[in-house]
């Protein structure tokens, strides 16, 4: 059973598009994250939801619209494509929320691999 | 900013030695995690060592943390080929208000040849 699983898993599509990827996460999570890998494997964190609301927001472009119908899902739309916004994505969740001090481990879906041409 | 700074960039070595890879950080942290990637794969997470720790361990992996010089360092003894991969230090910090996130450096591609 994926832990967290991600959908599509390898997207290309034309510069100015608009386009979702999905995440899913089945451990009773009540947090979850986007993430951005660029080429360098740099790794960025883009959002943080808590229990369906925003609570990091890493001064993303506005183009960039995460959506949580409910917690175990954390969808991510993007308008207007463009050729920076090519990278891997990945979806995360973790049990702790962003106040805990105490932190914790957070597990990573598999990524979407977003190529625009 | 970019907290974790791995060093080195990349680490070759043959199976049965032992791999030591650094992360240095700029500001104060709740906690430090070692996380693995292997090619084309997400992240798994390692190990998370708290600030007021020093040192930790889980099988073949022993990861220590110097708060006062602000870096980490994870040894992982007797490699093995599966061990190939990419490995990330990510700081736990305060990130504005009251919320924590996890900032990762840029990694280190540990080679092991068999």
């Known amino acids: 059973d994926t832990a967290v699983s991600q959908t599509p898993k390898y997207l290309v599509t034309q510069m100015g598009n608009d386009k979702s990827i999905k995440c899913e996460q089945n451990?009773?999570?009540?947090?979850m994250y986007w993430y951005k890998q660029d080429s360098k494997k740099f790794l960025k964190i883009m959002f943080s939801?808590?229990?369906?609301?925003?609570?990091i927001n890493e001064t993303v472009p506005n183009r960039f619209s995460p959506k949580s119908p409910d917690k175990a899902h954390l969808n991510l739309h993007i308008n207007s494509l463009e050729l920076g916004d090519s990278a891997v994505y990945f979806c995360?969740?973790?049990?702790?929320?962003?106040?805990?001090?105490?932190?914790?481990?957070?597990?990573f879906g598999p990524g979407t691999r977003l190529t625009v041409l | 900013s970019q907290q974790g700074e791995e060093d080195p960039q990349a680490l070759s070595i043959q199976e049965g030695e032992n791999a030591t890879m650094n992360c240095s950080y700029k500001t104060s942290i709740n906690n430090l995690q070692w996380y693995r990637q292997n090619s084309g794969r997400g992240l798994v997470h390692l190990i998370l060592i708290r600030s007021n720790e020093r040192e930790k361990h889980s099988g073949r992996l022993r990861v220590t943390l110097d708060t006062s010089k602000k870096s980490s360092s994870l040894l992982i003894t007797a490699s093995r080929a599966a061990d190939t991969a990419s490995y990330f230090c990510a700081t736990d910090a305060r990130s504005g208000g009251s919320n924590y996130k996890l900032t990762f450096g840029k990694g280190t591609l540990l080679t092991v040849n068999p």
């Open positions: 939801y808590n229990n369906k609301e925003l609570i």
């Open positions: 995360a969740s973790s049990q702790a929320d962003p106040g805990d001090r105490e932190g914790d481990t957070q597990y």
């Open positions: 451990l009773g999570h009540d947090t």
